[in-house]
């Protein structure tokens, strides 16, 4: 089979009557493209469990700040199809891929005080973790999942682990809103040769920092080694991470936040409780941010 890309919601539309007819299950990984093999997996997930999958590649304006990197983020729709069609030739794969004006009817600005329409918000778990230093963040990822969601009307939708708190704030909308959705988050997928998760922005590093990069997750991996062997002490598990940076010298990264969350809450604990936490960093390297985390005792 070949990916069928559409661009417009009429015709999507009319292909999902069509599933819904036919009663397939319709699964749907959002993405905002720069497809690499992370999305990949999200998808080969979908295979197994969906019988027509919906790829949607757009780059959501709303969850960029006017500073941030929304006209340097890799637009690769043609090569991002390709790798779809080769990765997954017996499976029927439409990539959605809608203009900024489609899903955004009223237009869209990065300047948040200047933006008019319909937004959500999931109040409680956005403000915390990346919503310390990008406050629009999950305004904006709440708002475009949902139109997405009311689109596709998918059966199953795919999130990738590495996004943590995206999955935790999806999660909630999705019982909140009474969406008619079932959720799956799938684990990271990293280089097999050092652990670094696999992400669009890693593109950006030299190469001197692609070196160094994965001394967040070594130092992650030895605080889950610790977890695991009784210690569940944030100050004990951080500073894994914190000897490892020193490896590498510290002044090569500017750590944005090291954490140790509440499963449920996001809320910063001092003890791993029984319903387990998160330990999740975001840092930066020349101007790419980068974000990685583990599960401590407990799992989607």
């Given at each position: 089979m070949t990916v069928t890309v559409i661009n417009h919601l009429p015709e999507l539309r009319k292909w999902r009557k069509n599933k819904l007819l036919?009663?397939?299950?319709?699964?749907?990984?959002?993405?905002?493209?720069?497809?690499?093999?992370?999305?990949?997996?999200?998808?080969?997930?979908?295979t197994k469990q969906s019988q027509a999958i919906v790829?949607?590649?757009?780059?959501?304006?709303?969850?960029?700040?006017?500073?941030?990197?929304?006209?340097?983020?890799?637009?690769?729709?043609?090569?991002?199809?390709?790798?779809?069609?080769?990765?997954?030739?017996?499976?029927?794969i439409v990539v959605f891929a809608p203009s900024v004006n489609t899903m955004y009817p009223r237009g869209i600005s990065l300047d948040r005080s200047k933006q008019v329409g319909a937004f959500v918000e999931v109040i409680g778990l956005s403000e915390q973790l990346e919503g310390v230093t990008r406050p629009h963040f999950f305004r904006g990822v709440s708002t475009v999942v949902t139109k997405l969601l009311n689109s596709v009307e998918p059966d199953i939708v795919y999130f990738g682990q590495k996004d943590i708190q995206q999955c935790i704030v999806i999660q909630a909308l999705v019982q909140d809103l009474l969406i008619n959705v079932k959720m799956v988050v799938v684990p990271t997928t990293r280089d097999e040769t050092d652990g670094l998760a696999l992400s669009s922005r890693n593109v950006y590093l030299t190469p001197e920092q692609r070196q160094r990069a994965p001394a967040f997750y070594r130092g992650m991996k030895l605080a889950t080694e610790l977890f695991e062997s009784g210690e569940k002490r944030r100050e004990k598990l951080l500073e894994c991470i914190t000897k490892e940076i020193e490896k590498e010298g510290a002044s090569n990264f500017v750590v944005d936040y090291m954490c140790l969350s509440d499963s449920s809450t996001l809320e910063e604990i001092n003890v791993v409780g029984d319903s387990g936490a998160i330990l999740s960093c975001a840092w930066k390297m020349g101007n790419t941010r980068l974000i990685d985390n583990v599960l401590l005792g407990f799992s989607f």
């Open positions: 036919s009663e397939q299950v319709v699964g749907l990984v959002p993405t905002m493209g720069a497809i690499h093999q992370g999305h990949l997996n999200l998808i080969h997930t979908a790829v949607s590649i757009f780059v959501n304006p709303s969850q960029f700040a006017p500073h941030e990197d929304f006209d340097k983020y890799p637009r690769t729709i043609q090569n991002d199809v390709a790798a779809i069609n080769s990765s997954f030739p017996n499976h029927e």
